[in-house]
């Protein structure tokens, strides 16, 4: 029996009329399950989610590049010849076939220009879940936004050819192409593409068995490049119960309405009054190195910390020691071995009993490599 693949795979399938250029990541711990991902336009050399976000899904991972002959495409057309689609198509089902996994198995996922690219291929060529983020369903309409794409596509930038792409995916939906699928839609109201693109599409949808309504309203989207990145987190949480199989019913729901002008004073007082670091416990007294002193690489901190059981010290977050107080307040540590030469900082703060903390005492020195220490 042959060891199953690992790691990312990248090729570019040759097959049909268009080179398409995929990564492939196969299934971590053998999940029976394929996510394809479409590319959004800003996508980093045209791969989307291929910032390492999906890396350590227990799936199938098929990214599809959208560039050809140098240009995006929404994964459709050149000059109206919808032969590039095929050639997109036929990528998917060979490597759906070769997993041995139905379209059902399959989760189609993508952004914007990739979200409408999920759209068109889930419900043209009934896949089982369908993921379109803020996606653009008036492709023709928003092409005009982005003319070097439009001629691409078009050819010709024509009224005529701007409505054939316009009808692509809401002629599919109000046909009741795909009505079994799972489908979720995600958009936002700070989203300026939302009032044309997204929300005058959502009664077509009302023969639909499954699909979902993610609108998020939020304070902190100001507009279309925002509502993703702002919904990670709930979205990684949704791709796992795809491809476990567990597809959820969400219906039309509403996230976000977070209240950042909020009164946070009761909170403040609680935390302020439980702090640890207690103002009123004096911070302590560091006698060696001095502040400003040249030592040698072999550096001795001596102090005074009275009502303190230990004492520590950090530097750049990190904690370097934590010695133990002497019953008359006096602490001394040495470092297990010699310090870097150049500038250092380092905090120190007391601990008393009861594991209260004091205010840090900082110093500053510089470690002279091979000179011995020195008073300025």
């Known amino acids: 029996m042959s060891a199953a693949p690992s790691g990312l795979h990248t090729g570019i399938d040759t097959s049909d009329a268009y080179p ?3 990564r492939f990541s196969p299934a971590k711990k053998g999940n029976q399950h394929l996510v ?10 045209d791969y989307g989610w291929s910032n390492g976000v999906f890396d350590k899904l227990r799936a199938n991972v098929l990214w599809i590049r959208d560039h050809f ?10 000059g109206m010849d919808f032969t590039l689609e095929r050639s997109v198509l036929t ?10 996994l139905t379209p059902g198995q399959c989760t189609l996922w993508g952004g914007s220009k990739g979200g409408s690219a999920a759209l068109y291929f889930g419900l043209k060529y009934g896949f089982g879940n369908i993921v379109a983020l803020v996606p653009q369903f008036l492709i023709g309409t928003h092409l005009r936004k ?7 596509m078009m050819g010709e930038v024509t009224e005529r050819n701007i409505q054939v792409l316009d009808r692509a995916i809401p002629d599919l939906v109000a046909s009741g192409a795909n009505r ?5 839609l995600l958009s936002s109201p700070q989203d300026e593409q939302y009032p044309v693109q997204v929300e005058p599409f959502l009664p077509l949808f009302q023969g639909y068995e499954n699909v979902n309504l993610i609108l998020s309203d939020s304070p902190h989207i100001s507009g279309h490049t925002e509502v993703i990145r702002r919904n990670v987190p709930m979205l990684m949480g949704l791709v796992n119960f795809l491809i476990d199989g567990i597809p959820p019913r969400l219906g039309h729901v509403v996230n976000g309405r977070e209240r950042p002008e909020a009164d946070r004073s009761a909170i403040d007082a609680f935390l302020k009054s439980t702090s640890q670091i207690r103002d009123t416990f004096s911070p302590p007294r560091v006698h060696t190195p001095v502040p400003g002193q040249h030592v040698g690489a072999a550096v001795r901190f001596t102090g005074f910390a009275p009502g303190a059981v230990r004492v520590g010290l950090r530097e750049r977050g990190a904690s370097l020691g934590s010695p133990d107080v002497a019953a008359d307040g006096s602490w001394s540590w040495e470092p297990p071995g010699p310090m870097a030469p150049g500038d250092h900082l380092v905090r120190v703060f007391a601990v008393d009993p009861a594991g209260f903390a004091s205010p840090t005492t900082d110093v500053a020195f510089r470690v ?6 020195s008073r300025r």
């Open 368 to 373: 002279e490599d091979g000179h011995a220490a």
């Open 180 to 184: 079994g699928a799972h489908i979720y």
């Open 36 to 45: 394809v991902v479409f590319a959004d336009i800003a996508a980093p050399d």
């Open 69 to 78: 002959d140098g240009r995006n495409s929404y994964y459709l057309c050149r």
């Open 146 to 152: 982005h003319p070097a794409t439009a001629r691409f």
């Open 91 to 100: 990528l998917i089902a060979t490597v759906r076939n070769s997993l041995g």
């Open 20 to 22: 398409v250029h995929y």
